[in-house]
């Protein structure tokens, strides 16, 4: 598979079972929880509204992609969904980290595919959540949430 000009049968594959790979996902984790929450925890009202209704549009073509068991085009979308968040934030920096991020991302992701399928009802309950109080506002419950979500979906955050 070639996505943005990383070979991962070539490049990545070999090291996944590794410590260090184990690491590399769990600082992965928590850099995108730094970035989602503080992105949600300043986005202004009317921006939250906004990518509010567009997340839930994700959400519905989510579905769709868990029930064609299209994993590819759910990772995608996933990707695209919680890079919703980070843009929420308005800030040009913390996209530009968010995307050095993604390719790394989309690996995670790839390699716990059966998972992903396994847990689809789940991370579309999680996702709602997430909207959810990404328009009431609610940071707390937002960090809290998407906390889990992480966790249960790369491994644990610090």
Do not use: W
């Not at 064609?68 to 968040?85: M, N, P």
């Not at 789940?122 to 996702?127: G, L, P, S, V």
């Not at 937002?142 to 790369?154: D, P, Q, S, V, Y």
């Amino acid at each position: 598979m070639r996505t943005s000009g990383i070979d991962y049968q070539e490049s990545l594959l070999p090291m996944r079972k590794s410590a260090a790979d184990e690491r590399t996902v769990a600082e992965l984790a928590d850099a995108r929880h730094v970035l989602e929450t503080t992105a949600v925890e300043r986005a202004s009202e009317p921006m939250r509204q906004r990518l509010a209704a567009r997340l839930e549009e994700f959400i519905v073509e989510q579905r769709s992609a868990f029930a064609e068991a299209d994993v590819a085009r759910f990772i995608d979308l996933t990707l695209e969904f919680h890079r919703g968040f980070v843009e929420a934030g308005d800030n040009q920096v913390m996209l530009e980290m968010y995307a050095l991020l993604s390719d790394r991302h989309r690996f995670s992701l790839f390699m716990i595919s059966r998972r992903l399928l396994d847990r689809c009802d789940e991370i579309i309950t999680e996702h709602e959540a997430l909207v959810t109080h990404l328009r009431s506002g609610d940071s707390a419950a937002f960090a809290a949430t998407l906390r889990g979500h992480i966790e249960e979906n790369a491994g644990p955050t610090h």
